[in-house]
């Protein structure tokens, strides 16, 4: 299992719990930290790009198919929110050993996200991000907006996401949580279910209905469309899956289809 966080976030914060729950059920799990965040290196710090990421999880994939000691022919991938668009999009493109794949909560569209989001906000977001890639163009320290914020312009400013997301940073971890303006154009132009119908291997999908920053009417019609795709649909918000009582209604569905399409430990 194969496994990274969502958007600016960091391994640290609120993996573990799945990740113990998957090795109980005899898997191997490599939970990692993208580039730019967490204990990985890379500046600038906080950088969020979905390409690189996303080369972060295919160099994760090699990783394993290079260890002896893994089975780099049985292999699952797990995302959340921002990450959920990321195994998507991977899986669409039929990685050697991937087979199957966890998505919760998933990012599918920046339009559909983008709509979501506060529109007071919209015209602020979108000029910092244009000032911040200019800036780095010019090799200048980045321009950074707050992850979360208890009120004012943030990454992500649904009402729930400044107690949600700080809930999930554990004590005393030196967190910024600070990202690169840049990174609201990312999400406008990264639509990672477009090539969903592609994915040819079992999938779960794990939608909020609650969700107030990845809508679970674009995340349906996404899944609706992977052949044969496992689709949850559950009355809580985009944060509760990492607490109970959601979180142990969510793993507990995760390692049962983790069971059934990747079986025990050999």
């Given amino acids: ?34 580039r730019h965040l967490g204990e990985s290196s890379g500046d600038p710090r906080g950088l969020v790009d979905a390409s690189l990421q996303l080369q972060d999880y295919e ?9 002896p000691e893994l089975d780099g022919d049985r292999m699952a991938l797990w995302g959340t929110s921002f990450s959920g668009g990321h195994v998507l999009a991977l899986a669409a493109r039929s990685p050697q050993g991937v087979r199957a794949v966890l998505s919760m909560i998933p990012f599918v569209s920046g339009w559909a996200s983008t709509f979501a989001y506060p529109l007071r906000y919209h015209v602020p977001a979108v000029t910092r991000g244009v000032l911040d890639r200019l800036r780095g163009a010019v090799g200048r320290q980045p321009l950074t907006v707050p992850v979360v914020a208890p009120g004012g312009l943030a990454l992500l400013a649904s009402p729930d996401s400044h107690a949600g997301y700080t809930a999930m940073v554990p004590d005393g971890v030196g ?3 600070r990202v690169p303006a840049r990174v609201f154009l990312e999400i406008l132009g990264y639509h990672p279910g477009r090539h969903a119908g592609r994915i040819s ?9 609650e969700d107030a920053i990845c809508p679970p009417g674009a995340s349906r019609k996404v899944a ?11 009355p809580m918000g985009h944060f509760d899956p990492y607490v109970d009582p959601w979180f142990s209604r969510v793993v507990a569905i995760q390692a049962e289809f983790l069971g059934t399409h990747l079986g025990g430990a050999r």
């Fill in 1 to 34: 299992m194969i496994m990274a966080h969502g958007i600016g976030a960091e391994r640290r914060f609120g993996l573990a719990a799945f990740a113990q729950r998957f090795v109980r059920g005899g898997f191997a799990v490599l939970v990692f930290d993208y």
């Fill in 59 to 67: 160099a994760a994939l090699a990783f394993v198919r290079s260890t």
């Fill in 175 to 177: 967190w910024s949580g």
């Fill in 201 to 209: 291997v079992p999938t779960q999908v794990t939608v909020a209905m």
């Fill in 224 to 234: 609706q469309r992977i052949p044969g795709v496992e689709l949850h649909d559950f």
